[in-house]
């Protein structure tokens, strides 16, 4: 009993320390209406879990490295996530978490990660999202035995249902560029076309070739970056020529992988390494900026981001135990690790 | 060459005996006949723990209910009736080798058994038998070997047996046999059909379990006939026909299911002559899985792989006290199926067999095996028993052996990924047991070492697609224990069961016990019947696990406790009535991560035997 009132006022102090503290800091930096919430700023991690268990969890970690949190979808919601998170996109309020296997889309505050809503039907192994005029564009890549039964659900976010579907295959990347969606049609190493929404129509108005292989690609100024199995091809969205392709030396080990554009720079990877090179180089690098040590084959480079002039990697290890992300600055020294649910495979940092 | 010179060796080495054999007087057959007569023959050092038909029916139809209740083999089951593989002192699925009347049936393609694609109702008993046997039943028995048995005596009797169980969720287990036989003949029908909607409330908040229904039926078919003294012809035939929905987590997930198509034939000629019983055996498996991605589409994925086996089992006595024996097996497969092509593999395969029995208490056994094969290098496989009887209350034995794995048809030759240059995992082990019995108690106490090595694992390759690869190296040792006693006092029957086993199960290189598989894992019963009643108790608990393969103990899956309980009354000599309850306290558990099983749940059965 003694025990017992001891922890209690022991807590109780706690408490009041506690609030008194984060009250003193609320007034000092009270001068931004910025969105309130446990998680309105800092790293947030999906971790994709293992195929068919249903573990698939979000790690969060603040920005100054102090505070991280494993799971905080089930922390906050007193649920499990779902099977196999894909990828989130976000909005100015809402997080939309992709749940491969489920079929779900979850819907969360961005802020709070609590559970406003979820998507539940129209899907069929859905990969990734985009919004644009009140709608959700997702890509669903179907049935794993037929390859060309791949189609985009675009969603009303007012009714949360699926209004039309277009079929397109194969399926992967979806973006958004005034007001056009530009769809990847090329996953697991097949494919060599990015085919161009119009958001009004909602009808394929265009179809971009590039080289086979096509891995991944970004937009920036009327520019189309495309990032194949062994090149780098800019492509200009108002005339359709290629203005310039790059050579890249991946040796028999790995392909080129995970464009990213950031800062006027250009960031990919290879295996376990991270390149970059200017936007206007003509040439890629023969160095790798930074490379880190992976017992991981297939989970190496598993997530792989530039935000903040950091450097994001997840390692997925053998996915039969948690996986890691590093913190690299742009010179590409490690700053800090981290351990993550299973699968970690993308980073998204709130600001 | 190497294998023209092997082949021409056991060649010879086998037809000198056949000469031999020719010469020798006649003597009367045993009565009893098991097809496999090795598997009590040849297991001097080891235990093997059999279920009857009367036992197999206090548990569901499938087999990873029977064994999972009675045995010490634990079972990874995705949900009631869903996937389900074993690990028998802590191996992988594919090390434990299933055998029916003596065939190795073991998936052409993953190399395991899905357990809940057995209707335990089809066999008139199920033996488990500990420890390495692979000399005699070949690839996968390093745990060790389930036999499914089914038997056929010469009692010229007409026997029919029925039992009908139904109960919650729409649970239907039916189960026929017809036992007939004169002097010269035998006949042994079986029928099984076993279905359920399988929807049971989940947990929590959860609903109900979705899109778990499974059917399945099984028909198996015995027939003897002695054509003179000497000579028996047996007949056995098996059809399995099964479809399950795969359950879900969540409702929006996508329907699947999978539908398993076998059967299996054997044509087996014995003869015994004087010293000499010479078995010959022909088989023809065919097995056939299709999986549905989507149940709304009609696209799925399939195998088929046919194979023939011709086996040739010789026995001399050549003292009273020793036996010498040879088991000549070829297996012939021709496979295919999404994600491979058609693909043909023959083995050959010799075993050496020994049994000395110097002293009424000491015996012994020696066994040999060596296969050739152009699929791969397979090891020289051995196996060496000893058994010695201190007093007639308690018996020492021993056994030591090398077994091994064969490489499946999905590691050799899955499309783009599949590796010609495996090697066949292999184990060296060791077991030591105590057996102890007296009046109506006895009690075994087993302890083990195992230690496997080039476990096939599969992991991405440089071409970013998978590939499997001999890596992995898994040291295994614990105990096993065995607890039986029956009492009569009056009208009073009793009987108490019990399995104990104690597991550790290390990945060698990191420590790391291994994934799913629990330390600790008891099971229980008690039988008790006055006049016309009788009840059964059953328990099953099993250890906590860990589901991560660094043995992060956040993610384990909590220990559980299953109880059933029955009851039944015997109306007339002929006919019996009964009723059941099985997970009687309600406990809510899963062995896999996030797929429940059933709570309490009812169930009326009945008796019929004319």
Known sequence: ?351 | MKFIQFYFFVVFFCSSFWINAQSDSITVLDEVLLTDTRLKGFSTGQNIQTLVDTTLQKNGALLTDALNFNTPVYFKENGLGMVSSPSFRGTSASQTAVLWNGININSQFNGQIDFNTINTGGYDNISVRGGGGSVVYGSGAIGGSIHLNTHLGFEDKTRNTVFLQYGSYNTLDARYKLKTSGEKWSLSLALARNSSDNDYELPGERGKNQNGNFYNTGLDLGLAYRLDSKNILKLYAEIFDGERHFSLIRSSETRTKYQDFNSRNLLEWQNKSGKFTSTTRLAYLDENYRYYDNIENDDYSLGNAKSFIAKYDLAVELEENLELGTVLTNTYTDGEGSGLAGETRNIFSAAVLMKHRPWEKLQYELGFRKEATNSYESPFLYSLSGSYDFSEVYTLKFNASKNFRIPTYNDLYWNDAGNPDLRPEFSRQFEISQDLSFNNFSASLTGYFIDIEDMIRWLPASSGNWEPINEDEVHSYGAEVFLNYGLKLRKHHFKLNGTYAYTVSEDAETGNQLIYVPFHKATGSFDYSFKNWSANWQGLFTGEVFTRSDNNSRYNLEKYWVNNFSVAYQFKKWFKLGGRLRNLFDKEYMSVENRWMPGRNYSIFLNLNF
């Open chain 1, 1 to 351: 009993m003694k025990k017992i009132s001891r922890l209690l006022t022991f807590g109780l102090m706690g408490c009041f320390l506690f609030n008194s503290c984060s009250n003193d800091d609320d007034i000092t930096d009270d001068n931004t209406p910025d969105p309130q919430g446990d998680y309105s700023d800092g790293v947030i991690v999906l971790n994709e879990g293992s195929f068919g268990d249903d573990n698939s969890s979000i790690s969060y970690i603040s920005h100054d490295y102090s505070t991280i949190e494993p799971d905080i979808f089930f922390s906050v919601n007193d649920e499990s996530l779902g099977d196999t998170g894909q990828s989130i996109t976000f909005d100015d309020e809402f997080a939309y978490i992709v749940m491969n296997v489920s079929n779900i889309i979850q819907i969360v505050d961005r802020y709070t990660f609590e559970l406003v809503g979820s998507i539940e039907s129209g899907l069929q192994s859905p990969r990734y999202a985009v919004i644009e005029n009140g709608k959700m564009y997702v890509t669903n890549q179907n049935s794993s035995t037929d390859p060309d039964d791949d189609f985009i659900a675009i969603i009303n976010l007012e009714t949360l249902e699926v209004e039309k579907t277009i079929e397109s295959t194969p399926l992967e990347y979806i973006q958004e560029e005034d007001g056009l969606i530009y769809v990847q049609n090329a996953a697991f190493g097949n494919g060599n076309e990015i085919s161009v929404i119009d958001s009004n129509s909602d009808e394929i108005i265009n179809t971009i070739e590039t080289n086979e292989e096509l891995n991944s690609f970004e937009i920036e100024d009327g520019i189309l970056y495309a990032l194949s199995v062994s090149s780098l091809e800019k492509i200009d969205l108002t005339s359709g020529d290629v203005i310039e392709e790059i050579e890249i030396e991946t040796g028999d080990a790995s392909d080129a992988s995970n464009l990213r554009l950031e800062d006027d720079m250009i960031y990919y990877t290879v295996g376990s390494s991270v390149y970059v090179m200017n936007e206007n180089a003509e040439e890629a690098p023969e160095e790798a900026l930074f490379s880190y040590s992976s017992d991981s084959r297939w989970g190496a480079m598993y997530a792989f981001e530039v935000e903040d002039d950091r450097i994001f990697i997840g390692d997925a290890g053998e996915f039969s135990a948690n996986g890691f992300v590093q913190v690299y600055n742009l010179s590409g020294e490690l700053l800090e690790e981290f351990e993550t649910g299973i699968g970690p495979n993308s980073v998204y940092v709130q600001d």
